[in-house]
């Protein structure tokens, strides 16, 4: 799959500045507008490039220091 890089960026963005701390892949869905196809290759790149981290069944947000 192939995404652009700023689409990436603005979902880093987004979870950078919302108070959500941990979220489920359905919430992540949801708020996004994706369905699983694409959900779960987003969240595991977001966890390969330390924006996000699983924790079980969620995702915590990695927040940026600074």
Same mark, same amino acid.
């Given at each position: ?5 700023? +689409? %990436? ?7 950078? !500045?919302?108070?959500?701390? =941990? ?15 694409? +959900? %779960? ?7 390969? !490039?330390?924006?996000?981290? =699983? ?12």
């Amino acid at each position: 799959m192939i995404f652009s890089a700023a +689409a %990436i960026q603005g979902m880093k963005d987004t979870l950078q !500045t919302s108070e959500v701390e =941990r979220f489920s892949v359905a919430e992540f869905k949801q708020r996004f507008g994706l369905s699983r196809k694409f +959900a %779960i290759p987003l969240l595991e790149h977001l966890d390969s !490039t330390g924006a996000t981290r =699983r924790i079980g069944d969620l995702r915590q947000v990695v927040r940026r220091r600074g």
